[in-house]
Protein backbone atom coordinates (compact mmCIF):
# COMPACT_ATOMS: atom_id res chain seq x y z
CA UNK A 1 0.00 0.00 0.00
CA UNK A 2 1.15 3.11 -0.89
CA UNK A 3 1.04 6.38 1.09
CA UNK A 4 -1.16 9.32 0.50
CA UNK A 5 0.78 12.02 -0.25
CA UNK A 6 -2.15 14.44 0.59
CA UNK A 7 -2.55 12.49 3.93
CA UNK A 8 1.04 11.70 5.08
CA UNK A 9 1.29 9.53 8.31
CA UNK A 10 1.22 10.80 11.91
CA UNK A 11 4.60 11.01 13.56
CA UNK A 12 3.99 9.32 16.78
CA UNK A 13 5.68 10.20 19.97
CA UNK A 14 8.31 8.39 21.10
CA UNK A 15 6.67 7.51 25.02
CA UNK A 16 3.79 6.32 22.31
CA UNK A 17 3.83 2.34 23.16
CA UNK A 18 2.52 1.81 19.06
CA UNK A 19 5.95 3.83 18.58
CA UNK A 20 8.30 1.51 20.25
CA UNK A 21 9.30 -1.33 18.56
CA UNK A 22 11.48 -4.21 19.59
CA UNK A 23 14.94 -3.47 21.32
CA UNK A 24 17.60 -2.56 19.75
CA UNK A 25 20.70 -4.86 19.62
CA UNK A 26 23.13 -1.99 21.43
CA UNK A 27 20.14 -1.21 24.26
CA UNK A 28 20.29 -4.84 25.14
CA UNK A 29 24.30 -4.94 25.34
CA UNK A 30 23.82 -1.75 27.57
CA UNK A 31 21.35 -3.80 29.98
CA UNK A 32 23.43 -6.61 29.90
CA UNK A 33 26.25 -7.14 32.92
CA UNK A 34 26.27 -5.64 36.53
CA UNK A 35 25.21 -1.80 37.06
CA UNK A 36 28.18 0.89 36.95
CA UNK A 37 29.63 1.15 40.27
CA UNK A 38 28.84 3.81 42.73
CA UNK A 39 32.79 5.44 42.15
CA UNK A 40 31.82 5.51 38.90
CA UNK A 41 27.88 7.25 38.96
CA UNK A 42 28.54 11.20 37.94
CA UNK A 43 28.40 13.20 41.08
CA UNK A 44 26.10 16.72 39.88
CA UNK A 45 28.49 19.78 40.06
CA UNK A 46 27.48 21.14 43.67
CA UNK A 47 27.37 18.05 45.52
CA UNK A 48 30.05 16.85 47.37
CA UNK A 49 31.16 12.98 47.12
CA UNK A 50 31.38 11.38 51.25
CA UNK A 51 34.74 11.36 51.64
CA UNK A 52 36.44 7.68 51.84
CA UNK A 53 37.47 6.78 55.24
CA UNK A 54 40.66 4.41 55.44
CA UNK A 55 42.02 2.97 58.31
CA UNK A 56 44.14 5.53 59.00
CA UNK A 57 41.52 8.20 59.79
CA UNK A 58 39.24 5.73 61.57
CA UNK A 59 41.01 7.02 64.89
CA UNK A 60 40.53 10.78 64.28
CA UNK A 61 36.76 9.86 63.04
CA UNK A 62 35.68 8.44 66.48
CA UNK A 63 37.80 10.98 68.54
CA UNK A 64 35.71 13.44 66.94
CA UNK A 65 32.29 11.51 66.91
CA UNK A 66 33.53 11.48 70.64
CA UNK A 67 33.63 14.98 71.25
CA UNK A 68 30.32 15.72 69.45
CA UNK A 69 28.61 12.99 71.63
CA UNK A 70 30.03 14.71 74.88
CA UNK A 71 29.12 18.47 73.60
CA UNK A 72 25.65 16.69 73.07
CA UNK A 73 25.34 15.37 76.78
CA UNK A 74 26.42 18.82 78.50
CA UNK A 75 23.76 20.26 76.41
CA UNK A 76 21.20 18.03 77.35
CA UNK A 77 22.37 18.27 81.39
CA UNK A 78 22.47 22.39 81.03
CA UNK A 79 18.65 21.90 79.39
CA UNK A 80 17.72 19.66 81.89
CA UNK A 81 19.53 21.98 84.69
CA UNK A 82 17.27 25.18 83.67
CA UNK A 83 14.12 23.53 83.37
CA UNK A 84 14.55 22.82 87.28
CA UNK A 85 15.49 25.81 88.09
CA UNK A 86 13.24 27.16 86.08
CA UNK A 87 10.17 25.49 87.55
CA UNK A 88 11.74 25.81 91.39
CA UNK A 89 11.93 29.83 90.71
CA UNK A 90 8.49 29.45 89.65
CA UNK A 91 6.87 27.91 92.49
CA UNK A 92 9.31 30.08 94.92
CA UNK A 93 7.07 33.23 93.53
CA UNK A 94 4.16 31.12 93.33
CA UNK A 95 5.16 30.95 97.27
CA UNK A 96 6.00 33.97 98.27
CA UNK A 97 2.91 35.80 96.12
CA UNK A 98 0.61 33.35 98.26
CA UNK A 99 2.46 34.65 101.60
CA UNK A 100 1.68 38.31 100.88
CA UNK A 101 -1.78 37.57 100.13
CA UNK A 102 -2.29 35.94 103.10
CA UNK A 103 -0.35 38.32 104.87
CA UNK A 104 -2.80 41.03 104.46
CA UNK A 105 -6.42 38.71 105.47
CA UNK A 106 -4.69 38.02 108.35
CA UNK A 107 -4.65 41.92 109.10
CA UNK A 108 -8.08 42.16 108.39
CA UNK A 109 -8.46 39.31 110.47
CA UNK A 110 -6.80 41.11 113.02
CA UNK A 111 -9.31 44.13 112.67
CA UNK A 112 -12.00 41.59 112.78
CA UNK A 113 -10.88 40.09 116.14
CA UNK A 114 -10.29 43.34 117.80
CA UNK A 115 -14.13 45.13 116.88
CA UNK A 116 -15.60 41.61 118.05
CA UNK A 117 -13.59 41.93 121.33
CA UNK A 118 -15.35 45.18 122.49
CA UNK A 119 -18.36 44.11 121.28
CA UNK A 120 -20.96 43.58 123.66
CA UNK A 121 -22.42 39.48 123.87
CA UNK A 122 -25.26 39.53 122.36
CA UNK A 123 -27.20 37.84 119.46
CA UNK A 124 -30.12 40.69 119.11
CA UNK A 125 -28.20 42.97 116.53
CA UNK A 126 -28.17 41.75 112.93
CA UNK A 127 -25.07 43.93 112.14
CA UNK A 128 -23.13 42.27 114.76
CA UNK A 129 -24.72 39.00 113.92
CA UNK A 130 -23.29 39.69 110.10
CA UNK A 131 -20.10 40.54 111.27
CA UNK A 132 -19.34 37.62 113.08
CA UNK A 133 -20.93 35.44 109.90
CA UNK A 134 -18.23 37.15 108.04
CA UNK A 135 -15.50 36.69 110.36
CA UNK A 136 -16.32 32.97 110.21
CA UNK A 137 -16.24 32.43 106.81
CA UNK A 138 -12.84 34.38 107.03
CA UNK A 139 -11.47 32.11 109.58
CA UNK A 140 -12.96 29.04 107.53
CA UNK A 141 -11.15 30.32 104.59
CA UNK A 142 -8.02 30.71 105.77
CA UNK A 143 -8.01 27.23 107.79
CA UNK A 144 -9.08 25.32 104.46
CA UNK A 145 -6.24 26.78 102.89
CA UNK A 146 -3.60 25.65 105.20
CA UNK A 147 -3.16 29.21 107.17
CA UNK A 148 -3.25 28.02 111.38
CA UNK A 149 -2.72 30.45 114.00
CA UNK A 150 0.60 29.56 116.29
CA UNK A 151 -0.09 27.86 119.52
CA UNK A 152 2.20 30.07 121.85
CA UNK A 153 0.59 30.72 125.11
CA UNK A 154 2.12 28.72 128.03
CA UNK A 155 5.27 27.49 125.27
CA UNK A 156 8.95 27.73 125.77
CA UNK A 157 9.85 30.59 123.77
CA UNK A 158 10.52 29.87 120.14
CA UNK A 159 12.41 32.40 118.40
CA UNK A 160 11.40 30.77 115.20
CA UNK A 161 8.15 31.22 116.17
CA UNK A 162 7.88 34.22 118.65
CA UNK A 163 9.04 37.68 118.79
CA UNK A 164 9.27 38.49 122.42
CA UNK A 165 8.21 42.23 123.32
CA UNK A 166 9.24 42.20 126.46
CA UNK A 167 9.98 39.67 130.02
CA UNK A 168 8.55 40.06 133.36
CA UNK A 169 9.13 38.56 136.48
CA UNK A 170 7.06 34.99 137.29
CA UNK A 171 7.31 32.82 139.76
CA UNK A 172 4.50 30.71 138.87
CA UNK A 173 6.03 29.47 135.23
CA UNK A 174 9.44 28.40 134.45
CA UNK A 175 11.79 31.27 132.72
CA UNK A 176 11.47 31.62 129.05
CA UNK A 177 7.51 30.85 128.63
CA UNK A 178 4.93 32.90 126.69
CA UNK A 179 3.12 34.06 129.61
CA UNK A 180 0.95 36.68 127.12
CA UNK A 181 -0.07 37.19 123.36
CA UNK A 182 -0.18 40.46 122.40
CA UNK A 183 -0.40 39.51 118.38
CA UNK A 184 -1.33 36.01 117.54
CA UNK A 185 1.18 34.12 114.94
CA UNK A 186 0.16 31.98 112.09
CA UNK A 187 0.97 29.28 109.89
CA UNK A 188 0.72 28.47 106.29
CA UNK A 189 1.57 24.75 106.09
CA UNK A 190 5.09 24.59 107.19
CA UNK A 191 5.68 28.43 106.56
CA UNK A 192 5.79 30.99 109.22
CA UNK A 193 3.66 33.76 108.18
CA UNK A 194 3.78 35.55 111.31
CA UNK A 195 5.85 35.46 114.24
CA UNK A 196 3.83 35.67 117.47
CA UNK A 197 4.50 38.68 119.56
CA UNK A 198 4.53 37.54 122.97
CA UNK A 199 5.30 38.29 126.72
CA UNK A 200 8.15 36.30 128.01
CA UNK A 201 8.43 35.38 131.95
CA UNK A 202 11.45 35.35 133.34
CA UNK A 203 13.21 34.12 136.98
CA UNK A 204 12.96 36.62 139.72
CA UNK A 205 15.50 39.40 139.90
CA UNK A 206 15.62 39.22 135.76
CA UNK A 207 13.69 41.38 133.06
CA UNK A 208 11.35 43.64 133.78
Known sequence: MKPDPKHPPRARHPADPEAQ??????????????????????????????????EEGLPAAQEEAALYRDRWLRA????????????????????????????????????????????????????????RLVYRRLVEFCERHGVTPIVALGQPFDPALHDALLQVRRADVPPDTVVEVALPGYRLGERVLRHAQVVVSAAPGEGA
Open 21 to 54: GPPLAADMAATDGDAPAPADVEVPEGVARAPELS
Open 76 to 131: AAELENFKRRTQREREEWTDRRTAEIFEGLLRVRDDFERALGHAADTNDDPVLAGV
